[in-house]
């Protein structure tokens, strides 16, 4: 989640390492009084990670620093999916990866149909086995309790991995298969996780 306000910081800073720390510059943040992992924080602006021992339901969010402290009341699902863009906006182009490259999928360098994609995202929910809030997957990584479909220019895809992305706390990976069919040009690329769906981000197919 990302907050934004004022004086939430002193100064800015960002978590250099896992798992992640529990307060950075001045600032703590807690969901229903557990201590959230922060990745960033600013005077403007604070990015943490919703701890996976959050009850479902309402939830007051609590800012804490030099300057007081802030509230702010929530309510906690199941599942929440957003896809990352690369504008950082959550349009667009999304942040999406080719399988085998590791490159991301652009208008310059677009996707094959049949081919396997890999789609960053969040708000997935739960995952099996457990990770403790702000460390990075266990190998091999946890998957989604939540089933997760993925949709590209309305058709369903195969969706062969749904769970946490290697190496990083609170990131979630879908890998799936360009359906046959998908026509070229920007398509629309949709997730669902437990029914509820993300964000429609595009995506370039060949």
Not at 30 to 39: C, E, I, K, M, Q
Not at 93 to 116: C, D, K, M, R, W
Not at 150 to 177: D, R
């Amino acid at each position: 989640m990302s907050l934004f306000g004022s004086a939430l910081a002193v100064t800015p800073a960002v978590a250099t390492g896992m798992p992640l720390p529990v307060q950075l510059s001045d600032v703590r943040v807690s969901v229903n009084g557990l201590a959230a992992p922060l990745l960033y924080a600013s005077p403007l602006q604070v990015n943490a990670q919703i701890p996976f021992e959050t009850p479902l339901g309402a939830a007051q969010i609590q800012v804490t620093s030099n300057a007081g402290t802030a509230r702010l009341g929530v309510t906690v699902s199941p599942t929440a999916p957003a896809i990352f863009t690369l504008n950082s906006r959550g349009t667009g182009p999304g942040a999406i990866e080719h399988g085998l490259t590791y490159q991301f999928v652009t208008s310059a360098n677009p996707a094959a149909v049949g081919e396997f994609i890999s789609i960053y995202c969040t708000g997935l929910g739960a995952v099996n086995p457990p990770v403790p809030s702000g460390a990075p997957p266990p190998t091999p990584p946890s998957q989604t309790v939540e089933p997760v479909q993925v949709f590209v220019a309305g058709t369903p895809a195969q969706v062969t991995y749904a769970g946490l992305a290697p190496g990083f706390a609170g990131l979630y990976q879908v890998n799936a298969q360009i359906p046959a069919g998908t026509p070229p040009g920007d398509q629309i690329l949709q997730i669902t996780a437990g029914g509820v769906a993300s964000n429609a981000v595009t995506i370039a197919i060949r």
